[in-house]
């Protein structure tokens, strides 16, 4: 990264209620622009660096509304990136595909010089490209985190209510029909201004790509052949992906674990102290399958 990168901190995110460095900055990765941020670990006293993050967001989702992220996971490096015409990215010229995006991911771990395994991690539609990362780079990858997320097309849908709420473009542009729907769509109200206030309005072209990107896609015909520890995290009261379909994914994927919390579709902000120490539990285990936490 860069020397001014490294001396600006994450544009809309305050570094300062955060024990991570932020960097942002601006990098071309196969031909793309994408604006990348990497939040440098700062270990616990006592606690060894863990391996990197390589983090996949949400559908429309910009960098600051997951970076409560590094408040949580303190140990290691998070790396993590806005899709094109997402957050701070330029439009997409093309269409693109998620084998595509996760070939980018890959070189952009190779610019940053993260050479060896990270740990991956997605949340809803980026839990999809987590899946193909996983699937495509198995060398790259150590542990697989998903949460709020399904196996592609062959899903069990939402609420139809909820999914036409969620398609409305207010969500982005209209923070009282946000905060006005905010349980409606995510099943509680905790936590509604804090994520209001960091969100970033895609361009129309950016979502519409980046929802056409998983048209046809499915990850449930080499599911049974990835090799990675997986932790599926689903919520109870999830109405956008139900919890059915991480039972599906736990069934498919060899080495994996359910556990559900006590939330609605975005329970990572929304309960965060139920849900992070999970996720340490599960990254401070054993990576071989017969380590670390019992599969269902």
């Known amino acids: 990264m ?15 209620a955060d024990p991570h460095e932020a960097h942002v900055e601006m990098m071309r990765v196969g031909g793309r622009m994408l604006r990348v941020a990497v939040f440098r670990a700062r270990p616990r006293a006592g606690a060894a660096p863990r391996r990197p993050i390589l983090f996949f967001n949400g559908i429309g989702a910009n960098i600051e509304i997951m970076a409560p992220l590094a408040h949580w996971l303190p140990d290691q490096d998070i790396i993590t990136f806005d899709m094109p015409g997402i ?10 595909r998620p084998w595509t995006m996760a070939l980018r991911a890959a070189r952009l771990l190779d610019k940053l010089g993260y050479s060896g395994k990270v740990d991956v991690m997605g949340v809803s539609w980026g839990g999809g490209l987590a899946q193909q990362f996983a699937f495509q780079h198995p060398d790259r990858t ?16 939402g609420d139809p209510k909820v999914l036409a ?19 409606a769509l995510y099943g509680e109200e905790t936590a509604a201004d804090g994520h209001i206030s960091r969100l970033r309005p895609p361009s129309q072209k950016g979502y519409l790509f980046q929802l056409a990107a998983m048209l046809g896609w499915t990850s449930a015909f080499y599911l049974p052949f990835l090799k990675a520890r997986t932790l599926v995290l689903m919520g109870e009261v999830d109405r956008i992906v139900p919890l059915i379909n991480g039972k599906l994914l736990t069934r498919l994927i060899p080495n994996a674990t359910l556990k559900t919390v006590p939330g609605g579709h975005l329970f990572l902000v929304t309960r965060p102290a139920e849900t992070f120490p999970i996720i340490e539990d599960f990254l401070a285990g054993d990576d071989t399958p017969d380590g670390g936490m019992a599969s269902l």
């Open 2 to 16: 860069s020397a001014a990168a490294a001396e600006s901190p994450l544009e809309g995110y305050d570094p300062a």
């Open 87 to 96: 957050g701070g990215s330029p439009d997409p010229k093309f269409p693109y």
């Open 142 to 157: 150590g542990k697989l985190i998903l949460c709020a997320t399904a196996a592609g097309v062959l899903m069990a849908p």
């Open 165 to 183: 709420k969620m398609a409305d473009p207010r969500r982005y542009v209209d923070p009282s029909f946000m905060r006005a729907n905010f349980h």
